[in-house]
């Protein structure tokens, strides 16, 4: 089975600057899709940006970015110029790519603070 | 074009009551998956449905259920229900054109509280 790790419960970061939210997976499979979500208190669930694990080129969304280390299992996002409305939960989710249908297994979640 | 619609917002319910939740996916989306999101245990996949048919479920006892339609709305339920089941409870739907990258569009969920 897979596993999704966020090991920072809480971050936070100045209004304007930059910051790096951490993921680690556990997988045997080699087709599979990472995803960044963010939960605003609103509860609904927004897709950030997402990763195909047989592209070597890290995704961009805007001022979203992933680090992608397929090798070490690594997926953390990265923020720039980081504004109020960027302040919510974010989870870490993989979706197997050998198995039908759309299960996403969830990370633990960081919980973003942005201090204006 | 409107997003995944889940109704009630808030659900009261007692132990021993059951309790039918809906979502209504984004038109055109086939499949339509939930989850159970609580502080203790995360975002846990309950099961996922794909032209009327459940296609995956997750390690969750026989009291949820669930259900789609022909216009691919869903339901769950949950019988005789326990404290423990008080969560939000999260629907996502996806196009599933055979893609596995596709995402998932969530709802803004609903929020049972068991008494």
């Known amino acids: 089975a897979q596993t999704v790790t966020q090991s920072q419960p809480e971050m936070s970061v100045q209004e304007a600057e930059t910051v790096t939210l951490s993921c680690t997976y556990d997988?045997?499979?080699?087709?599979?899709?990472l995803f960044w979500y963010k939960q605003p208190p609103s509860r609904q669930m927004i897709l950030v940006i997402r990763q195909e694990a047989y592209k070597q080129q890290n995704a961009t969304e805007n001022r979203f970015s992933v680090n992608f280390q397929k090798a070490a299992k690594s997926f953390s996002l990265k923020i720039s110029d980081s504004q109020l409305g960027d302040a919510a939960m974010y989870f870490c989710a993989y979706r197997s790519g050998e198995t039908s249908g759309s299960r996403l297994t969830f990370g633990e979640g960081t919980q973003l603070t942005v201090n204006p | 074009k409107a997003g995944v619609t889940q109704t009630p917002r808030y659900l009261i319910k007692t132990r021993g009551q059951q309790v039918t939740l809906s979502c209504s996916p984004i038109?055109?989306?086939?499949?339509v998956s939930w989850y159970q999101q609580t502080p203790g245990q995360g975002l846990q996949f309950l099961f996922e449905?794909?032209?009327?048919?459940?296609?995956n479920k997750g390690n969750f006892p026989g009291r949820f259920s669930g259900r789609q339609f022909s216009n691919s709305r869903s339901e769950m339920n949950v019988s005789t229900l326990e404290l423990g089941d008080s969560a939000l409870y999260l629907c996502?739907?996806?196009?599933?054109?055979?893609?596995?990258?596709?995402?998932?569009?969530f709802g803004s969920g609903t929020q049972l509280s068991v008494l």
């Open positions: 038109s055109g989306h086939r499949s």
């Open positions: 996502a739907s996806s196009p599933v054109s055979g893609s596995q990258d596709e995402p998932l569009f």
């Open positions: 449905y794909f032209s009327e048919t459940q296609r």
């Open positions: 997988t045997s499979e080699s087709d599979y899709y």
